[in-house]
Structures are given as structure tokens and as C-alpha cells.
């Protein structure tokens, strides 16, 4: 019997994943937790389970698609019982459709997916699975704007269900798949003279009361606006109309002269940019700047060190950092925060729990050393060593990433002296390090080569003022330069 | 290599120059690849030259008198008089031009034309042997492959075709001199066309089909409006019974057909026409070579871009698996040429048109109601009847229906079938809707021309949305 298998909830709170791979192929013989494919969501990669023995019936997407959880995204053929004649699915269909209009179409998918060949085309060409895809057309036909839009990873049905439940505003930015230029796109009514459009859509622009005319067009044929349904459903919506059509044919597009190659936004990348773009719209940076030295941290570090190999972990700058800034936070507990202007609160954390900022080969990571201030240096040393391999090769959990008070990103390891750090939202603070080098320091009239850590402390602004991150700083500063007081932590 | 033998490289050989095979390399050429074609009897295969494009002049030639004769209602009294012989040789024209034409695309796209059988030679050369004695044999190595070999008559045990008393559809067209009556075994497309054509030219035909009915596999209301009409252009039908022997019988021959309790019934005639249907060519070929066999059907298996399971080697047309039609074979040509070319081309249609060149025509596409029902749709059927067509009657052809099949809910367009006048030419309209995934509404609401048999198609869709103006909605 056909088993039909649906993308789990992989973690907490997630709505849809990337299949990144898949382990089995259609006609493979499957066990019980087996895992059958890799699947990314915002911030790990998980291995999904086969829930039964058997073979594997259909794969319903193909890797680097984006599904959202609760879709079919496999059908195993359960051992022992015969595989469902057709009709069976018949029986079950129609009641799928009842669901709702739009749906049945892409509920009988399985079947057929109505899309004319140019679109078909056009999907194989972007490689993209056009049953996968959720037609925006007349009856829920597939269009070559839903086949680019899926192409970039955005799930135009997905966007245009958010038309009807959020503002204008919010429409604009999930539908839009950022390469349409603004021009074309305004609220305005266009006002044409004369405008194509399938006879189905016009029958659409008449039931939602928008004069054709008006309704922005992205395309051409021949020269004269082309008008498509979905244009006129987020027209007729106030959105921004006809921004969702991904640039078709005549529209006008510039591309860079020598060419270029383009990749998805979407999985990893796109949970960054989400989350850089919130902070920085959200909280008003002020970065500080200074530098420590730290001659006496090197010496101490490097006498602990052979006795860190001892006991086989690394020892690292970071550890000391940490306790530095745990240290400093509980004299500046305002560092240690969260802003929650919905409710109207500063959340001051009793927890210190210190995030640190990974490169990975998917883009940035960030995973959560949980209470510095009662692990001694030796043990958050290890942590970080273990936490940052994890990130590196993708085995990280949710949980590893989440409850971050305070993050630090060393982006010194590669190189530079200082940096203005994004927050990690909704933290309220960030210390970045510079590289710790030999640096020219003036003292008592003199300019002495010293070992120094530059240090770059970003602050929200609405919950932080300027004096407290100079004080902060210098607090911090003053651990590093004299690590011993560490020792009275 | 024998001795003699000349040696040619070719990214992509294509043996056979039918509608297949033809288009293939004309593709192949237009995007850029060197191309050999190697056919062994004529540019166009069976389509151009013993198939669609003879038989279709023969029925329009014969149409034409046998309307002229019969267009008393309208006033016109005319007798017209047939020279069977110049009626061919106006086929054979152009057959002629037809087939001068493709030579010449081909060769415009760049495409090397070989006379002679190919066969292959190991999985990356064809020995193409040339016709005639002493002509010798070449070589071709070749990067790709396509397979256009087509298809051929089904004999009949008993029946060896001898192109005097027993023929083949081939044979059937290539007379010039028609007997006073015929036998016709088989009702299928190619038997009715055919008996169709011999009826107009006043040859006396009985149809024997083994079957209790003709074409089979079309709906009834599809059928019976030709059979019927076969009957009164003369056709005898004797359903349920097989051709079993034949016998020389003074001038003539007596063909003994029996039924399923071995009961005989003898048919003195004058000629008899076999056309139960068409088998693939694959024994020209040497397969093994290359290590394919045809599958239980006798066809070589392909995929979804017509690759067999060799990974260089693509069969298209009558060869491969599907229905055996001139515009199915051209598709999967384009589609190997493509995807050889690296091209992200598929064979995804949704459906393949057919059209049955009698009198009236026949032409389905994409779904019948039933099959959309065991699909798992819920039908919306809207149809329309010619007689209540004015360019029908205006045309004197006032019998058929134009029926379309939708999907009640979205309204996408699953199929049609049409009886009556010009079906073939309107079913293109059903095909497009399909393909595009078109709505009842869409066709609805797109103007048609006035007076036209097209507008039977709006009309069959403003049916099957209940609003239909010039018939009784449903
Ligand atoms: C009487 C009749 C009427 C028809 N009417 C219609 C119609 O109205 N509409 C329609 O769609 N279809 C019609 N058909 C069917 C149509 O003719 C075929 O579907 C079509 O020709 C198939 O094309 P093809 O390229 O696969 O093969 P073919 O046209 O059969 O061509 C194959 C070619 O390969 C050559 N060949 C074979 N083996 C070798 C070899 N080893 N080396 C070199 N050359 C080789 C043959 O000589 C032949 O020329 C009709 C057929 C008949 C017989």
C-alpha cells in the first residue's frame, strides 16, 4: 500500500525546509529510520527518517526545492501489500478539492499540472519541478512568472496567500522577488488605451471590479501591455501590482554587461539576510572602538596552553575574551539585554550565555556557550572548540543556537583591526576582535611594541548609551590587560 | 571494415527519412550538428509517399467528384467524369513535391543524405549498405543515434501480399485502374479511408472485420455517424468474421473469411485489401549490435527525450512505443535532435490530436469523458451538433458534433472528439487549449469567426458552462 510521507517538523517553530538531498531514489528499498534525505532549514541541516519499511514509491520534489512543512514530500509502497490501483486516488481526490479553488488543481497535481509548453520548457530549463509548483494563473495554471519565481525560491502562492491577510506594505516585500524594477510597479493606475489579456482574465478583472486598463503590465507581446491574472489579483488587492511576475519576456531587465551567474537566496543565506537586515533597520548602531594590550594575556595564554594540550582541548583567545565580557557585563548588566518595545520592557538576562559568531561554508552561524560566568576557562574552551566544529560541519541542533545573550565575532582570525558588528537581534550588543598583532603603543613618552586586541563594540543605541559602551569597553579592557583579575571571577 | 569500404564520422546518424527521421536531422542540422541521414527507399518514409499524404489526395480527389454528383439538393446536376489515371498521377505529383521538398530542406540544414539499409556495427558505427549489386557498403561512426525505422503492414497468415490479388494500403493507393469490387479486411482508420476512397470511385466494398465493430477504439457516437455513411456511399460491413484464405477464381479471386465457430463464408471479389494494422521495423538493423531488443510490442523502449536505454541511442516514431502517427514521429524527431543538442528538451505533451480522413471525419484529442472520469476528474462535457452549425448546413454537411471534456471544477480543458466535417482541422484549436491549459471560458470567450465550423467549438464550450446560445444548454 502507498504510504504517503510528509515533510516532519524538523524544529521548532519551522515552517518549511530545503531539500538538499536525497538519499533514496524512486525504486529503492527503505527501512525504518532510514534516513531518505537532508533536509536544510533556517539554521541546521537534519537527516529525515523513513517512518516505515519499504520501498520508495515517488519522490514529489527535487532537491533544492523549498517545501514547506506537512507536504507530501515522498510516497513509500509499504512491504507485503500490494501498490493502490489508480482509482484509489481517484476516490481520494476529490476530497482534497473541496479544500479549497485554487488548491484542486495542484491537489490533482499528481496527475497533471496545467502549465502551456513554453512554461514547461522554461521549468526545465531552470530546473525547476513544475508538479512542485503552485500555479497563480486562471484555475491555478502554472505561469512562467511562478516557474521563475520558484526558480529564486519564492513561492509565489505562498506570497500571494500573505496578500490577503497582510498590509499592502508586507505584500510588497514578500512578493517581490527583488529583481523587478521599481518603475514598473507603481500603484497607480496605469490607464492604458489598450491592454492583451486571456479572455479569462479579463472575466477576473470584471469580477473584482479593476478596469483592465489600469492594472500594471510587466509584459509585452507585440509590443502592447500584457496583462496577467495575477497581476489583476494583486492589483484588485492594492498591492503592488504585477511585481510578483518575475521579469518575462519584454519586460525590460538590465543585465550586467560581461554576464552573470546567479544562485538561489534562500536556506542559510537568506535566514542571514533576514536577520542582518531586521537588526540593522531595527536597532540604531553605535559602534565603539579601542584597543587592549594584552602582553601579559599572551604570556598567561601561552603558559596554559601546554597544560590545556594536556588535557587535550586548545586554548584559544576566546575563552579569556569570553570572561572578560562575562565579567564586564555583570558590572554593565544593560549590555546584557533584550529590548521588547511591544511590551514596552528592557529585559535585563541573568543568564550569560555567549554566542559566537561562525563562518561556515554556508554562511554564518551562530552558536551559544550557555552560562560562561559557571564554566571555568578551561571548560568554555572546549565548548567553543566542540560548538564551532559542529557549525563548520552542519550537526549543530536549534537548541545549540538559540538563547544567546551576548555575541562576539572574531572576525580577526582572518584579518582586520576593526569593524562595525552587526547586533545579533534582539540582543542589544556585539564585541567584535580584531587581529591580535604587535602594534605600536605610546606609554609614558615612549612607543613600545606591544601586543594588542582592537577591539569593536556595537551597541543599540535605544537601550545603550555611548558612556556605557566606553565603559564597558574600558572594564573589558582592563580584564585582558591584567588577565589575573580574572582569577577573583 | 570490408574491403571497399568508405568511412564517415558523424556526431549523429539518423536512420530513416520518414516524418520521424526527417525532422530529426533538420533540427539536428539547424542547431548546429553535423547530421547523416540514411534512408533506403524514400525522402518522407510512409507518411509522404504510401501513407497521410497519397491517401489524403485520394480522398479529397474522390470528394470532390462524388459531391459534384451528389448536389442535387443544391441545384447542381452533374455527372462528373473520373480518370482514374490522371487522379493518380495528380497524387503522385505531389507526392512528388513533397518529397522533392524535404530532400532539399534537409539538405538546406546541412544534413548529409546516404542512400542505403543501415545496420549497426557495435554501439558507435552503422554499416550502411547500398542498394543494387556491387554498389558496396560504407561506415558511418557516429556519436548519436536516432532510430526513425517506422513501420510496415501486418500480414495476415494466408494473405502474402502480391500487390496483383492481395494488397497492402501501399499497393491499394498505388493503382491506377480500379476493379469493379474489392474485399477490405480490417475497419480499422486505414481500411475505412481506404474503402471510403474505393466506394467514391464506385468500386463495389465489403469490409470484413474481424471485430463487431469499425473503428475501434473511438467512441460509439463516433463511429456509428461513418459507418453509416459508409453504408450508404455502398460499403457492405460483415462484422465478426476473420480472413482465413483466399483463392483465383476464374478473373477474380474468393476470399473465405470464418467466423468464431469456424463457420466459413466465401467473398467472390476482385481484389483483396489487407489493413489490420502496422508493425514496427526493427529486423533492418542488426539491434543486437548495440545491444537493444524491441519489448513485447516489437518497439524499442525510450524515455521521456526518446533515449533508449543505450545512452547514445534514441528511437522516434512508428518504432517507438505510442500511437503510430506522422505528427507524434515528427515531435519525438525534434525532441531527440534537442536533447543531442543539449538542449532541455522533453517529450511532456499533454496529448496527442488523431484524425480518421473519412467521410464524415473523426478527430479526438487529449480525454473522452470516461477516461477523465477514471482519472479521477469530475467532467464538465459541453457538445455541439453541426446541424445546428450555419456554415455546416451552408456547407451541406449538417451531420457530427463537436464535443469538449473539461474539468468541472477549474474548468482546464482534458480533451474533445469531433465527427463531422473538417474535424482534423478543427481539433488543432482542442490541442492548443489543451496544451496551454486553456479554460471552458477562455474558448468561450474568445471571438470566433462568423460564418465558420469553428465556432462549434466555442459553442461546445459555452455548453459545458451552460450557456451555449444556439443549442439547449444542459
Ligand atoms: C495508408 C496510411 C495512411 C496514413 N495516414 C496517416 C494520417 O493521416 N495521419 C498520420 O498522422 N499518420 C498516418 N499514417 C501513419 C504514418 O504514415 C506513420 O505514423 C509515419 O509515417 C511514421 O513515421 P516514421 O518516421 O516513424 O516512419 P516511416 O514514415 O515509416 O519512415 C521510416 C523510413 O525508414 C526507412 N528505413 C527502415 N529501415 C531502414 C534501414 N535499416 N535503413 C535505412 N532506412 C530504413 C523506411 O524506408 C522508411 O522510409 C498513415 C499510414 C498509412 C500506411
Not at chain 1, 529503492?28 to 534525505?37: F, G, I, K, L, M
Not at chain 2, 461513418?226 to 457492405?236: C, N, R
Not at chain 2, 471479389?269 to 539491434?287: C, E, F, I, W, Y
Request: charged fraction near 25%.
Amino acid at each position: 500500500m502507498a504510504r504517503e510521507f510528509k515533510l516532519p517538523d524538523v524544529g521548532e517553530g519551522v515552517a518549511e525546509g530545503e531539500i538538499v538531498s536525497w538519499l533514496v531514489s524512486e525504486g529503492d528499498a527503505v527501512t525504518e529510520d532510514q534516513p531518505v534525505a537532508e533536509v536544510e532549514t533556517d539554521k541546521a541541516v537534519v537527516e529525515v527518517p523513513s517512518p516505515v519499511n519499504g520501498t520508495v514509491q515517488k519522490i514529489h520534489f527535487e532537491a533544492g526545492t523549498v517545501v514547506p512543512v506537512g507536504d507530501v514530500i515522498v510516497t513509500f509502497d509499504v512491504e507485503g501489500e500490494a501498490a493502490e490501483p489508480a482509482d484509489a486516488e481517484a476516490e481520494t481526490e476529490p476530497e482534497a478539492e473541496a479544500e479549497s479553488e485554487s488548491k484542486s488543481a495542484t491537489s490533482r497535481a499528481e496527475s497533471r499540472t496545467f502549465a502551456p509548453p513554453s512554461v514547461r520548457r522554461l521549468a526545465r530549463e531552470l530546473g525547476v519541478d513544475l508538479d512542485a509548483v503552485e500555479g497563480t494563473g486562471p484555475s491555478g495554471r502554472v505561469t512562467e512568472g511562478d516557474v521563475r519565481a520558484a526558480a529564486e525560491g519564492e513561492e509565489p502562492a505562498a506570497a500571494e496567500a500573505e496578500t490577503a491577510t497582510e498590509p499592502a506594505e508586507t505584500t510588497q516585500t514578500t512578493a517581490a522577488p527583488s529583481t523587478q524594477p521599481a518603475a514598473t510597479g507603481s500603484q497607480e493606475a496605469a490607464g492604458r488605451d489598450r491592454t492583451l489579456a486571456a479572455p479569462a482574465t479579463r472575466g477576473l478583472a470584471r469580477e473584482l471590479g479593476v478596469d483592465i486598463d489600469d492594472v500594471p503590465a510587466v509584459e509585452q507581446r507585440d509590443g502592447e501591455a500584457f496583462v496577467t491574472a495575477e497581476a489583476v489579483q494583486q492589483y484588485a488587492e492594492g498591492g503592488q501590482a504585477a511585481q510578483a511576475e518575475a521579469p518575462a519576456a519584454g519586460a525590460p531587465r538590465q543585465y550586467a554587461e560581461g554576464g552573470e551567474t546567479t544562485e538561489p537566496y534562500r536556506g542559510i543565506r537568506r535566514t542571514i539576510g533576514k536577520q542582518m537586515a531586521e537588526s540593522k533597520y531595527t536597532a540604531p548602531h553605535v559602534t565603539h572602538h579601542d584597543t587592549a594590550p594584552i602582553d601579559a594575556l599572551v604570556e598567561t595564554r601561552a603558559r596554559l596552553k601546554e597544560r590545556a594540550t594536556e588535557k587535550d582541548v586548545k586554548l584559544t583567545y576566546m575563552p579569556f575574551v569570553m570572561k572578560a565580557i562575562v565579567a564586564a557585563l555583570k558590572e554593565f548588566p544593560i549590555l546584557n539585554s533584550e529590548l521588547r518595545e511591544e511590551e514596552e520592557e528592557i529585559a535585563i538576562k541573568q543568564d550569560y550565555n555567549v554566542g559566537i559568531a561562525v563562518a561556515t561554508d554556508a554562511g554564518l552561524m551562530v552558536p551559544v556557550v550557555k552560562h560562561v560566568d559557571q564554566k571555568s576557562i578551561l571548560q568554555v574552551a572546549s565548548e567553543v572548540n566542540e560548538l564551532a566544529q559542529k557549525a563548520r560541519d552542519r550537526s549543530i541542533s536549534r537548541e545549540e543556537m538559540q538563547g544567546g545573550t551576548f555575541t562576539v565575532t572574531n572576525f580577526g582570525a582572518i584579518g582586520g583591526e576593526y569593524a562595525t558588528p552587526i547586533i545579533n537581534y534582539p540582543e542589544t550588543a556585539i564585541m567584535g576582535l580584531g587581529a591580535i598583532d604587535e602594534r605600536p603603543v605610546a606609554e609614558d613618552g615612549e612607543v613600545r611594541a606591544a601586543m594588542t586586541l582592537p577591539l569593536s563594540l556595537s551597541i543599540d543605541h535605544r537601550v545603550i548609551d555611548g558612556a556605557e559602551a566606553a565603559a564597558f569597553t574600558n572594564q573589558v579592557m582592563e580584564y585582558l590587560t591584567d588577565p589575573e583579575l580574572l582569577l577573583l571571577e | 571494415m570490408v574491403v571497399g569500404d568508405v568511412s564517415t564520422g558523424t556526431e549523429v546518424a539518423v536512420v530513416g527519412a520518414g516524418p520521424g527521421g526527417y525532422v530529426a536531422a533538420i533540427r539536428a542540422g539547424q542547431l548546429g550538428l553535423d547530421v547523416t541521414l540514411v534512408e533506403k527507399d524514400a525522402y518522407g518514409g510512409t507518411c509522404l509517399n504510401y501513407g497521410c499524404i497519397p491517401s489524403k489526395a485520394m480522398i479529397t480527389a474522390t470528394d470532390v467528384a462524388h459531391s459534384a454528383g451528389n448536389a442535387e439538393e443544391m441545384g447542381v446536376y452533374a455527372d462528373p467524369e473520373v480518370d482514374v489515371g490522371e487522379m493518380v498521377a495528380w497524387k503522385d505529383e505531389v507526392v512528388e513535391q513533397l518529397t522533392g521538398g524535404v530532400e532539399q530542406l534537409c539538405k538546406a540544414n546541412g544534413v548529409n543524405l546516404i542512400e542505403g539499409r543501415a545496420e549497426f556495427a557495435g554501439n558507435d558505427k552503422l554499416r550502411v549498405v547500398h542498394g543494387g549489386d556491387g554498389q558496396g557498403s560504407e561506415t558511418i561512426t557516429y556519436e548519436h543515434c536516432i532510430v526513425a525505422t517506422g513501420s510496415k503492414p501486418i500480414e495476415v497468415p494466408g494473405f502474402e501480399f502480391d500487390g496483383e490479388h492481395v494488397l497492402n494500403s501501399r499497393q491499394a493507393l498505388a493503382m491506377d485502374d480500379y476493379p469493379e469490387s474489392m474485399v477490405v479486411v480490417g475497419a480499422g482508420y486505414i481500411g475505412m479511408e481506404i474503402s471510403t476512397v474505393l466506394a467514391k470511385l464506385g468500386v463495389d466494398v465489403t469490409v470484413v472485420e474481424m471485430l463487431d465493430e469499425a473503428l475501434v477504439g473511438y467512441e460509439d457516437d463516433l463511429a456509428r455517424p461513418v459507418t453509416q455513411h459508409a453504408e450508404e456511399l455502398g460499403i457492405d460491413f460483415e462484422f465478426g468474421l476473420a480472413a482465413d484464405s483466399w483463392a483465383e477464381s476464374g478473373d477474380g479471386i474468393v476470399v473465405t473469411a470464418a467466423d468464431e465457430d469456424g463457420e466459413t463464408t466465401d467473398f467472390e471479389t476482385d481484389k483483396v485489401l489487407v489493413a489490420v494494422g502496422r508493425q514496427p521495423v526493427t529486423d533492418t538493423l542488426n539491434l543486437d549490435a548495440v545491444g537493444l531488443e524491441p519489448n513485447e510490442d516489437g518497439r524499442i523502449e525510450t524515455d521521456d527525450q526518446a533515449r533508449t536505454d543505450v545512452e547514445n541511442v534514441f528511437a522516434i516514431g512508428d518504432v517507438a512505443p505510442g500511437p503510430m502517427l506522422a505528427h507524434k514521429a515528427s515531435k519525438e524527431g525534434e525532441v531527440a535532435a534537442e536533447v543531442i543538442a543539449g538542449e532541455p528538451a522533453a517529450l511532456d505533451y499533454q496529448a496527442v490530436p488523431a484524425a480518421v480522413f473519412t467521410d464524415p471525419e473523426i478527430a479526438t484529442v487529449g480525454l473522452t469523458a470516461d477516461a477523465a472520469e477514471a482519472q479521477g476528474f469530475e467532467p464538465a462535457v459541453g457538445k455541439f451538433p453541426f446541424s445546428a452549425s450555419g456554415r455546416a448546413l451552408t456547407t451541406g454537411e449538417g451531420e457530427g458534433f463537436v464535443r469538449v471534456v473539461a474539468d468541472e471544477d477549474s474548468g482546464f480543458i482534458l480533451g474533445a472528439q469531433i465527427v463531422g466535417p473538417e474535424a482534423s482541422e478543427l481539433i488543432a484549436e482542442l490541442a492548443l487549449a489543451i496544451e496551454l491549459g486553456a479554460t471552458l471560458e477562455d474558448v468561450a470567450a474568445t471571438i470566433h469567426t462568423h460564418p465558420t465550423l469553428a465556432e462549434a467549438v466555442k459553442e461546445a464550450s459555452e455548453h459545458a458552462l451552460g450557456h451555449a446560445i444556439h443549442t439547449l444548454n444542459r
